[in-house]
């Protein structure tokens, strides 16, 4: 089984300040790695995903995320944030090959003018 | 192209009472999960079909249940209801599950069901 934790809850940050959210995850087996975005009253939209390949990953919006597999991290970053990244971020994982996906519990990034 | 739709985007029963909820994926998309998103936390996985036969299913009561449609459209059931209940149901669809596809969701913006 796969677990996702997310280290911060909460992280209040001021604009055009780096940001850096974490998450570990636990699995047995092979697993893609993802970030998703969630604004007030909608559904999650992908931010980037992890499948293989170079460990850096770029997304929208100027995020990027490291995958580390020997600290089974995968860390989300972005150099200088904006009011408009204020939201609810979520590290998820999925089983390749299997059917669901976990997800962490979210935390809130807060970008303070 | 249309995204994932859902419908009603919001709804208000009261305990006891049975609901259902509606999704229509992606054109192209033969896959449906349903996660239920309790206020403050990460959404929880319910189901997943694939080709109208349930794939998995989280650790949810048989009060739940889902199926999908010849047109991949899925709907969400759940009978008697609880306060608990209450939360946000998201829909997603993705590519083909036995062809390579990476798990990517792409989600609908949710049924918000509140359980007075």
């Known amino acids: 089984a796969q677990s996702v934790t997310q280290l911060d809850s909460q992280v209040p940050v001021f604009e055009e300040a780096p940001v850096e959210l974490r998450c570990n995850y636990s699995?047995?087996?092979?697993?893609?790695l993802f970030w998703y975005v969630q604004y007030p009253n909608q559904g999650l939209q992908l931010l980037l995903k992890?499948?293989?390949?170079?460990?850096l990953v770029k997304g929208i919006n100027g995020f990027e995320a490291e995958f580390n597999k020997s600290q089974t991290s995968f860390h989300l970053r972005k150099p200088s944030v904006h009011i408009s990244d204020t939201a609810e971020y979520f590290c998820a994982v999925s089983e390749v090959g299997g059917f669901k996906t976990i997800f962490g519990a979210g935390t809130r990034l807060f970008v303070k003018a | 192209d249309a995204g994932v739709t859902q419908s009603p985007t919001h709804l208000i029963k009261t305990r006891g009472q049975h609901v259902t909820l509606r999704c229509s994926p992606i054109?192209?998309?033969?896959?449906v999960s349903w996660y239920q998103q309790v206020l403050g936390q990460g959404p929880q996985f319910i189901f997943q079909?694939?080709?109208?036969?349930?794939?998995g299913r989280g650790n949810f009561p048989d009060r739940f249940s889902a199926r999908q449609f010849p047109n991949y459209s899925s709907e969400l059931n759940v009978n008697a209801l609880l306060l608990g209940d209450s939360a946000l149901y998201l829909c997603?669809?993705?590519?083909?599950?036995?062809?390579?596809?990476?798990?990517?969701?792409?989600f609908g913006e949710g049924s918000r069901l509140t359980v007075l």
């Open positions: 992890y499948l293989s390949g170079s460990t």
């Open positions: 997603a669809s993705s590519g083909f599950r036995d062809r390579g596809d990476t798990g990517e969701l792409f």
């Open positions: 054109s192209g998309h033969k896959s």
């Open positions: 079909y694939y080709e109208k036969e349930e794939r």
């Open positions: 699995s047995s087996v092979s697993v893609y």
